[in-house]
């Protein structure tokens, strides 16, 4: 196989390969575990620990095996189309709970805005005596009917 169309993974293989090392060998050099090297070897990065580590671990074992660095970073790199982005920053459990402590507060300063509307506006519709319907005003009833007397 050509080692343009080559795998990232049967690239490290071969190259280890050809200094005589088995992977035990290479596992005591890089002090990376025996199955992380056999998962890279194999193309499997999806199975190994995070982006960070398995960069990490390739720069090691390349150094192993006599390969540059940047040259197994490289494909990589391009045989995961890794697209390299700024982390989107994560919020600390002390800015969350502030975050939260924050809608809790606006939900409060509402719910105390329509106690103190719902208020005003009952004081401000409240009928008053002379605005009572005749059937509720208490004057109006003593003094247009008269009193039934027993």
Do not use: C, W
């Amino acid at each position: 196989m050509n080692q343009a169309t080559q795998t990232i993974g049967a690239f490290l293989k071969q190259s280890r390969e050809t200094k005589q090392l088995n992977v035990a060998e290479v596992s005591r050099i890089t002090r990376i575990p025996g199955a992380t090297l056999e998962a890279m070897e194999a193309d499997r990065f999806d199975n190994l620990p995070g982006e960070v580590f398995v960069r990490g671990f390739l720069k090691s074992y390349a150094q192993a095996v006599g390969v540059l660095p940047a040259e197994v970073l490289a494909r990589y790199t391009a045989s995961r189309r890794v697209a390299f982005a700024t982390p989107l920053p994560v919020a600390s459990p002390v800015q969350a709970v502030r975050q939260s402590g924050k809608r809790f507060g606006v939900a409060i300063a509402f719910v105390l805005l329509l106690v103190l509307f719902t208020l005003a506006l009952s004081i401000v519709l409240k009928p008053r005596g002379h605005d009572m319907p005749s059937e509720l005003s208490f004057r109006t009833a003593t003094a247009g009917t008269p009193t039934i007397s027993a």
